[in-house]
């Protein structure tokens, strides 16, 4: 494909680079110089005005019907149409394109399709626990497909941006809170979605965001600012942008923050000095939803033609779901304030991505000739159930496993109890694109087909998923996404306790609406809501072997429930085919093999709490506690549930680490290896995870940081060998003076199936 990083890094999977490195500068392709020469030559055609449609990405909706987008297409205003999905309407639009307006630049069409199209996947928050590219880019490529299918050409995805903030609500869409991982399923994501070249029936361009750290918002509120050192930016936060951008993808969403006081949208330093300059991005850049406008509330801009000449001069290409740029600009190029250049320059950036999306070659290449339009956009047989059912599966993580309550035998009486037992909404998660709730299997169900007979199954609702009116007007706002059972909360414990009594065994299917895990959703309590914790209390109290199923789209405090269920299991928003995989899991017809990507806090007042912090001057040790130590006096320092941590149904022991030499040096590389063997009686999979430490370094270095990883899939008594490259990139960080430097001397290499629990082993670098 052609790649908007000519110079793209192959990197091995087992050990790749997170630097951010000034690119070389690329000689173009040929490709590339063919669609220089015609982007040019297709300018020099153009008029102003037409250069400034280019600019205009609208959502069709209330605000912009059809009819008024017929004149526009017209009059050459716009450049692109998002949230329209079926390959008859968007057909409507190219065909006015092609034969009303006077150059006919095709359109592009993009839509969030964030964790499929159709069939719906696990939010990326559950796909990041699979620690499986495999499964990822089976997602890719069936959200691809089904998304091409339906005559998109764009998807505004992966969200790469990591966070440590589960109070933000968008820790749902992104890959969690590590660098390296978020980097690896960022760039998976990409190559998956855009296959050999996005211009292929069956792919679509991807639009990395939000450019940049919008995971790192001030205490977890939404759209808030952004204060960051250098180092920190270079070494955490900013490489899954720069990996996604080096796999190929062709737009970066910008994003809605501020950073070290400039918002983004009008971030020089950000679009243009170091995505043009530095990385040599050639695709677009997108302002997110009305980001143009909200600069005069971010106190930069003085008026709505000052937020312009801003965002174009920063480097915003394309201005989404505002009339702004088509309003301001041709005044402020005749002004003076904007150059013609600078209009140039932001079309050249959206007719390239439109020559890689094959548009000009055929405007209808994701539609297909007239007369091939499904007739039935939902129809089953457009979903691709088998590849969900085994991705959800993958996703889940067995958190806790009490005298191996799990699996469950397909017999006897169960108790299903929850408001989200039987939520076909609430089990797609948030941004499920244009899945159909209706078409999305429940834990009940999933659960009723896995015993068919041989078990009998007890439901009840036992509360609502809030009593709270607030929050559940606030999670009706924009669609009716919470049913409020009406009868009394205790009418609906009494039902619940009466039920968990006649049974064995009790699965309780608790946590958040997708509405609390998604934009706009930040929280201060990340417990489950209290009508739940009391329904949880009540039916502990019948003294039932307890099974919690999670369903939720950030790291919860779940302490208490921690001490109240024998077994639990973290299942995200697990998608169309959530209940199959959940029930798959819960009878051990699958094994579960997910791993978090967050670290679960024992309380919202450790916050943020991650894996990779520094080290102190005064560490805790609670072997030999000291008040004079960095700790909070009323809770432990450790989390409730450790990054990269989970449980399966057989046991994985690993041997000592060996390493290729005692020494490093230069550019040459070193191997460590371990011996992971199933020492359990099942089949099953685990992450071998690969940390380092740099012990002694001119600035405190992370306690560990990922660097590698493998998923290994053993057969009972099977031993494999698991070895990870090391090289230089691997220990380098961001020095005082930000250049990218090792520095010789001792390096810890530690190897786990979980951050915490790991063997170590030490080499010198020289
Ligand atoms: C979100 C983006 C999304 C866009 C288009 C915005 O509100 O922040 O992530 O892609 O809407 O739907």
Request: proline share 5%; hydrophobic share 40%.
């Amino acid at each position: 494909m052609k790649s908007m990083f000519p110079y793209a890094l192959i990197l091995p999977l087992t050990l790749f680079s997170t630097t951010l490195f000034a690119e070389p500068i690329p000689h173009p392709s040929q490709s590339e110089q063919q669609r220089d020469q015609f982007v040019t030559s297709l300018l020099k055609k153009m008029t102003l005005d037409e250069k400034i449609g280019q600019l205009r990405l609208i959502s069709v909706g209330p605000d912009t019907p059809k009819s008024v987008i017929k004149q526009m297409i017209e009059k050459g205003q716009v450049g692109a149409i998002f949230n329209t999905v079926t390959r008859s309407d968007i057909r409507v639009m190219q065909d006015q394109v092609m034969q009303l307006s006077r150059l006919k630049i095709p359109l592009f069409f993009a839509y969030d399709v964030v964790h499929g199209q159709r069939t719906i996947f696990p939010i990326p928050l559950g796909l990041a626990a699979t620690w499986d590219t495999q499964a990822v880019t089976s997602v890719g490529r069936v959200s691809a497909l089904e998304a091409a299918q339906d005559g998109l050409n764009m998807t505004w995805a992966p969200m790469v941006d990591v966070s440590h903030e589960p109070r933000w609500g968008r820790n749902s869409e992104g890959f969690g809170e590590d660098t390296y991982l978020t980097s690896i399923m960022g760039k998976t994501m990409v190559e998956a979605m855009q296959g050999k070249d996005p211009a292929d029936r069956n792919s679509v361009m991807t639009s990395v965001k939000h450019f940049a750290l919008y995971g790192a918002v001030e205490g977890g509120r939404e759209y808030n600012s952004v204060d960051m050192s250098s180092q920190q930016m270079f070494q955490h936060y900013l490489p899954p942008y720069q990996t996604a951008l080096q796999a190929g993808s062709g737009g970066v969403m910008v994003s809605l923050n501020s950073i070290n006081g400039v918002p983004a949208t009008a971030n020089h330093w950000l679009l243009t000095d170091l995505l043009r300059h530095q990385w040599h991005f050639k695709g677009i850049t997108v302002s997110d939803h009305g980001a143009i406008k909200e600069l005069i509330n971010h106190g930069v801009a003085s008026d709505p033609a000052d937020a312009v000449r801003i965002a174009i001069k920063a480097g915003i290409d394309m201005s989404m779901s505002d009339q702004y740029y088509s309003q301001y600009l041709p005044g402020l190029v005749k002004k003076g304030a904007v150059t013609s250049a600078e209009i140039d320059n932001a079309a050249r950036h959206v007719l390239n991505v439109k020559y890689d999306m094959g548009l000009f070659r055929d405007a209808y290449s994701h539609l297909g000739p007239v007369g091939s339009d499904p007739k039935d956009t939902n129809a089953e047989d457009r979903l691709h159930r088998q590849e969900a059912r085994q991705v959800a599966a993958q996703s889940i993580v067995l958190l806790k496993n009490w005298h191996h309550i799990l699996p469950l035998q397909k017999q006897g009486t169960i108790a299903v109890i929850g408001p989200l037992a039987d939520s076909q909404r609430d089990i797609m998660g948030s941004w499920s694109a244009a899945g159909v709730a209706q078409q999305s299997i429940t834990l009940l169900q999933g659960m009723r087909e896995a015993v068919g007979s041989s078990a009998t199954l007890l439901y009840a609702k036992g509360s609502n998923i809030t009593d709270n009116s607030k929050v559940q007007a606030f999670l009706n706002l924009y669609e009716p996404a919470v049913t409020v059972d009406q009868r009394s909360p205790q009418q609906l414990r009494d039902e619940a306790v009466a039920v968990a009594k006649k049974a064995d065994v009790v699965v309780m299917a608790v946590g958040e609406s997708q509405g609390m895990a998604h934009e706009a959703s930040s929280r201060t309590d990340i417990r489950i809501p209290k009508a739940q914790r009391e329904l949880i209390d009540a039916v502990k109290a019948t003294g039932k072997p307890l099974v919690l199923v999670l369903m939720n789209g950030r790291a919860l405090d779940i302490t208490q429930q921690d001490g109240q269920a024998d077994g639990i299991l973290e299942t995200w928003f697990s998608g169309t085919e959530g209940g199959h995989a959940i029930s798959d899991i819960l009878f051990g017809d699958q094994n579960p093999s997910g791993k978090l990507p967050v670290t679960f806090p024992r309380s919202v007042g450790q916050l943020p709490l991650y894996y990779n912090h520094l080290p102190t001057g005064r560490p805790y040790d609670f072997t030999h506690p000291n008040k004079y130590t960095s700790h909070y006096f009323d809770i432990n320092n450790s989390p409730l549930y450790p990054f990269g941590y989970g449980l399966s149904y057989t046991d994985f022991t690993l041997s000592p680490v060996t390493l290729s030499s005692p020494t490093m040096t230069g550019h040459h590389t070193l191997a460590a290896s371990v011996m992971v063997t199933n020492s359990g009686k099942r089949a099953g999979a685990t992450v071998v995870q690969l940390y380092l430490h740099d012990p002694v370094a001119s600035l405190s270095r992370p306690v560990k940081e990922l660097k590698g990883f493998q998923k290994v899939w053993l057969q009972p008594g099977q031993s494999k060998t698991v070895t990870f490259t090391i090289d230089k990139n691997a220990l380098s960080f961001w020095n005082q003076e930000m250049k990218w430097v090792v520095e010789p001397g001792q390096f810890e290499v530690m190897i786990g199936t979980d951050s915490v629990h790991t063997q170590i082993k030490s080499f010198t670098y020289q």
